[in-house]
Nanobody
């Protein structure tokens, strides 16, 4: 299963960005989709995840500022980021976990990552 992200860029503090991530492949179901980020010199950390039923969870630093949503019909997850701060600067990665059909039409679990998109918050 492949994930393709878009929507990163450079924004001033207080600004907004919307990230998108589309999954493709022989997907049977996607149980959880999420966003992680990695700042220079730091470990990758969870930002937000959302279940197939639409229940979101956020890390404390982004609560009230970021909103995760998904379009199950299009296997796509979004991250609306408002009131961005300099500490939000990082490479943002999309993640998806679920089930897909392998080359032999067998149902298998998958855990896929996107290539990452840079978000820079700077004046």
């Amino acid at each position: 299963v492949q994930l393709v992200e878009s929507g990163g860029g450079v924004v001033q503090p207080g600004g907004s960005l919307r990230l998108s991530c589309a999954a493709s492949g022989t997907i049977f179901s996607i149980e959880v989709m999420g966003w992680y980020r990695q700042a220079p010199g730091k470990q990758r950390e969870l930002v937000a995840i959302i279940s197939s039923g639409g229940s979101p969870n956020y890390t404390d630093p982004v609560k009230g500022r970021f909103t995760i949503s998904r379009d199950n019909a299009k296997n796509t997850v979004f991250l609306q980021m408002n009131n961005l701060k300099s500490e939000d600067t990082a490479v943002y990665y999309c993640n998806a976990k679920g089930f897909h059909y392998d080359a032999y039409a067998r149902l298998r679990e998958f855990n896929s990552w996107g290539q990452g998109t840079q978000v820079t918050v700077s004046s």
